[in-house]
Each structure stands twice: as C-alpha cells, then as structure tokens.
C-alpha cells in the first residue's frame, strides 16, 4: 500500500467541474480492461473508514494479491470527477451530491459497501458530531454564525450536519457553512474563525482535550441508524475488472472482522491507522469509537434521507425525483465478497 500527494494535475483540470458538491464530469471515456490487482484509492482520512486503511498491515491486501495506492481527497467532489474519468478506482469517504447529481444524468457510479457508524454499543459516546467553540453552549446559539463542514451543503458531513442542526430547530439556511478540511477545523474553532464544526474521530477527542470544543448533541440519537462512511466504485470496478472489484471488498471486510468490538485496545489496529492518518496513537487508542459491520451491508435509507434533505436546499440537487437504491448501490459485489469469504 502506497499513500500518494494529490492528483495535483487532474484536479486543475477538473476543478472548474469539480464545484459547489457538483462535479460534472463526462461517465464516458477512460480505458479500463484488466488493472492486473493494481488499485488506485481516492480517501477521505477519518476513523469511520478504518478497515480499508489498515488492511495493508493486517494482510488483508496481500491475500487477495492486491496492490493499493491511497490518494488523499480533500473535497469529496473531486472524488466523483476521479472516478467518472478513470482518474481513480475506488474512493473510501461518503457519498455526496455530486455523485447523485452524476448518477441522475448517467454515470456510472455505485456504492458497493458501507463502513463505520456512530451506533455504538451502551453508554459508549459516537465519535462524531457537532461540537462548539468556547462561546457556544447550545444549538440554538448557532443562529447566524459560521459552521464548518467538509465541503460545502451536499457532502455526507452537510448532511450530519444539517441533522444535528435540526435538534435545535435550525437549518443551513440559519447558519453559514463554511467548506473545511476536517484536520483544520480544530484549529479555526480554537481561535474563533468558526463557531462550531461537524467533527469526526480522531478530531473530535483532539478537540476535546484541548479543551476548545464541546459536544452540543447527542449524535446517536441526531444520526440514528444513519451511515455515511462508504466505498464506491466508478466504470473500471463496476464494469471492466469486477473481479478486482470483489477481491477489494474481501480485503476490507477481512480488515472489518478485526474490528467488530473494541479496535482502539488492538495495537495491530490502533498502530498504522494512526501512521495512515498521520496522529498520535493515543489518539486512536483514546478517541472515538466507530461500530463495523464485517458484513459491510449498505444503509440504502440513508441515501433517500440525504437526498430530502438535500432537495430542500436550492441548487445542491440537479433533479426532481429521488433516486432509488437501484440507481446507486450495486450490492452484487459485496455479496460475492462475502459468499467467498
């Protein structure tokens, strides 16, 4: 597994396509064909998507004679231009707008797998949410202040955010949505360039311990059985090398099965996530808790409940009527994943 810079070429070239959650991007075009185990990863870094990130280390690559090459992602739309094109074969982070306004107009694009949730066992905190800086004590005082969120309205991280918003009455339209890499969110509620920040783990106990930001819902019941953190595959997966595509998901799920209790006491785990995501390791041992289903079984309800959402806000959405799972999810893969495993 080799972690790469970013795609700093394609992304100028797909940039202007790439905006407002809403990439553009041509579905035709690209080569495809056999990729000989040869994988290129676009990722977002967080917790949630774990197993892909410390499959490596845990064999689960090498067993399936894979070879991945992880692309950092800063903006999920550029993740849906990179698949559209080729550019990439996978992506570990969420879904999006982009990819439903994509889907609407042809591309090949589907989830295959879901990965971490906040639906963790007992008294157990969810490891992500909205959390205020110092001068915020409820949601309410949101009203009118900057919120940070990955990307702009019509991320995943919007669409938590706008849940966890709605437990104190409120909508984006009652705050401004300012677009930030997860890893400089502490740092602008640290010194008061955003009011608060849809956080996930390892940020949220950084956060925390440093004693700037404050928990001001409780996600596991704002969140309920939604799930975010996914793996998607674009035309190359989904249409030319199915069978890497299959091998993939055997890889992640084999990571997954390691991580079905309590991961953060696992040295195996907790020492190259936090070398992948470049943290401290009692940053994992002592953060936020993400469930893992080994099964990888996708949350298709989610996908209908950010699309209601996200057809409320003018412009996020290029199309009228909800799109069905049948459109975005191609659950044939992960089943022969798991029938083989």
Known sequence: MRAIGSLAVVLTATLALAACGDDGADAGGGGGGDTGGA????????ASLAPAFVAEDL??????????TFEPINNPADAIAFLSQRKIDAYVGSPSAGMFNQVARGATLKLVASLGSVNVPGDEPAPSGLYGGKDVATVEDLRGKRVASLGTVGTATSFLLGKALAEGGLTFADVEVVPLSVADMGEALRNGGVAAALLIAPYTQQAVDGGYAKELVDSKIAYGEETTSAVMYGPTLLEQDRDTGVAYLKAVACAAGRMTGDWRKDP???????????????TISGGGLYAFDPTLAINAGTLTSMQEMFHDTEGTL???????????????????????S
């Open 39 to 46: 994988l290129t990863v676009g990722y977002i870094s967080g």
């Open 59 to 68: 064999g689960c690559y090498s067993e399936q004679g894979l070879d991945v």
């Open 268 to 282: 195996e785990i907790v020492a190259p996530l936090a070398k992948f995501m470049k943290v401290p390791e009692e």
């Open 318 to 340: 290029t199309y009228e009527e909800t799109l069905g799972a049948d459109k975005l999810v191609d659950d044939q893969i992960r089943l022969d994943a798991i029938d083989a």
